[in-house]
């Protein structure tokens, strides 16, 4: 087999392993997941509340429509919590088992190692994506008649591209500072969705906070999700979220790649890439 | 070729001495190699004997391209250690901690860590349960937790993944520290058979004088990154004039390894 193709096949196996890894892991910890899937419901369903709680009030609303849209907010941002917890707690994860070492010998490129993690964390993410938004509908009887939900998938994958490039700058905190990276990690998640309009119009935010949601991937997912599901638009009509998601994707990929080959290098000049805990 | 050269390999950390300097914590600069070189010779087995500090995991992590370092060089079968792609398909390792996802078993650990090398699901299908089985490993516990499983078990499995790749180099940190005395038999037996059945040159680096006489060709004495010899057995008593191991290498650092466990008991 030529070299290259017998590289390339190598690569794809190593990417299949981490995949493999990530599956294992979930077969193991699904009590947990089961745990943390019932309180990801409990959770939206009291931010999904809030409408009704609107209409019980005096306020006069479209119940149906602010109900879907805090749904889709709710549905984004867990699924955004998934992708950064898959990212970043994999490095704290492997370095608290002291597995790290052995992974990171392994004659595994970074990009395809960090790409399994991403392609893993896509299609969990989406996984559970739809089975909260499944879930947490039926208690709400929403007209979800003109719904494109293909178009809202396609929209969600394409910033999933960017979500992957931002996580894996994350997820090189917990690669140089084994005390603090975990928690920048959360702060960076949160920062993104304050600023993104999780639960209401990016307009209601200072024009500081204003200028920010228009470099974060969640604010155009937002958008084009909801105008999937609320007014049935599809791919053409959502083009104009959709290609800021290609562009941020296009940057934060690369960047995302070589913070982490910095993050690395510098792990091991200071001998931080082993165990800890 | 020699399967491992080292020409006056160099490696320094900082480390906070609990002091601040204003909001900066104060740094101290420590050496943990100061300029060592040797050679291993395929098929070799060598020991590196070393007090804990001595700086032998440095050595062994630089050999596994987990540090960078700060002077010298280090080729293993003639790659540079910096060329990380092509030393990283040669080496494995195995360490004081077994170190694997605990709730995860020995099947799926294998099974991960294999693809990371390149071996395919129907490759590893038979292989791990027969590499599991000639470390000793009973068949009846593959699918359970590493967490259930004894510290000379976890070890055991940890010998399994570093021959499931088939390393021509394989770099064992302290692999019996910690193990009961029938445990470290069995590894020290596996050690040797791998000697005698794969082509791979072996690094150990111990604390125990026992195992590294009974296994290595030529013994290393590490001492505060300094490697002060590197010889046989009987050659190094020699050298020192001393009858047993431990007293050449008292001889030779001024410490025993009685002074360090005393050392450490009194923390």
Not at chain 2, 81 to 95: E, F, G, K, Q
Request: hydrophobic share 45%.
């Amino acid at each position: 087999m030529p070299g290259a193709a017998a590289a390339l096949r190598h690569e794809l196996i190593g990417l299949a392993g981490v995949v493999e890894r990530n599956i294992y892991l979930v077969k193991r910890y699904i009590w947990w997941d089961v745990a943390f899937f019932i309180w990801t419901v409990a959770n939206t369903l009291t931010i999904v509340f809030i409408a009704k709680g609107i209409e019980a009030g005096g306020g006069k609303i479209d119940v149906n429509e602010v109900t879907t849209i805090l749904l889709v907010g709710a549905v984004v941002w867990a699924y955004l919590g998934i992708i950064f917890e898959i990212l970043t707690e994999t490095v704290a994860w492997e370095r608290w088992e002291g597995t790290i070492e052995y992974t990171f010998m392994a004659p595994l490129s970074r990009p395809i190692h960090l790409f399994g993690m991403g392609l893993f964390a896509i299609v969990y993410g989406v996984i559970r994506a739809i089975m909260l938004f499944a879930v947490v509908a039926l208690f709400f009887h929403l007209e979800l008649a003109h719904a494109n939900f293909a178009a809202a998938l396609i929209v969600l994958v394409v910033a999933s591209i960017s979500f992957i490039g931002i996580g894996m700058m994350t997820a090189v905190l917990p690669l140089i500072s084994p005390e603090k990276g975990t928690q920048l990690g959360f702060v960076a998640q949160g920062v993104l969705l304050v600023v993104s309009g999780v639960y209401y119009p990016v307009s209601v935010l200072p024009e500081w906070m204003q200028w920010l949601a228009k470099i974060s991937p969640a604010t155009y997912a937002l958008d084009g999700i909801r105008d999937a599901i609320i007014n049935g638009a599809g791919i053409s009509a959502m083009w104009p979220d959709i290609w800021p998601l290609i562009l941020i994707g296009i940057v934060s990929v690369p960047l995302g790649l070589e913070v982490f080959r910095r993050g690395e290098r510098y792990a091991k000049r200071h001998g931080k890439l082993k165990r800890s805990g | 070729m020699p399967a491992v050269k080292v020409q006056n390999l160099r490696k320094e950390f900082r480390r906070s001495d609990g002091r601040r300097s204003g909001l900066r914590r104060k740094r101290e600069r420590v050496d943990a190699l100061r300029g060592i070189s040797f050679e291993i010779a395929r098929g070799e087995c060598v020991a590196i004997l070393g007090q804990n500090g001595s700086g032998k995991s440095t050595l062994v992590r630089l050999l596994s391209t987990l540090l960078l370092l700060d002077g010298g060089s280090a080729t293993i079968f003639g790659h540079d250690i910096s060329d990380t792609r092509a030393v990283r398909r040669l080496v494995n390792r195995v360490s004081v901690e077994a170190s694997f996802f605990k709730k995860m078993s020995s099947t799926e650990n294998l099974s991960y860590a294999a693809r990371f090398y390149g071996l395919t699901a129907s490759q590893t299908r038979d292989e791990i349960p027969r590499i599991l089985e000639r470390v000793g490993f009973p068949a009846a516990r593959r699918n359970e937790a590493m967490e259930d499983l004894s510290r000379g078990m976890q070890q055991k499995v940890a010998l399994a993944r570093a021959l499931l790749t088939q390393p021509i180099l394989l770099l064992l940190d302290e692999p019996t520290t910690g193990l009961d005395p029938r445990s470290k038999l069995e590894v020290q037996d596996f050690i040797r058979e791998i000697r005698s059945t794969h082509d791979a040159t072996i690094l150990l680096c111990t604390h125990d004088l026992d195992e590294a006489e009974a296994l290595a060709d030529r013994i290393g004495i590490l001492d505060d990154g300094r490697l002060l010899c590197l010889e046989p057995v009987d050659q190094l008593k020699r050298r020192y004039g001393a009858e047993k191991l431990e007293e050449a290498f008292f001889a030779a650092t001024g410490k025993s390894f009685e002074d360090e466990k005393r050392e450490e008991d009194e923390k």
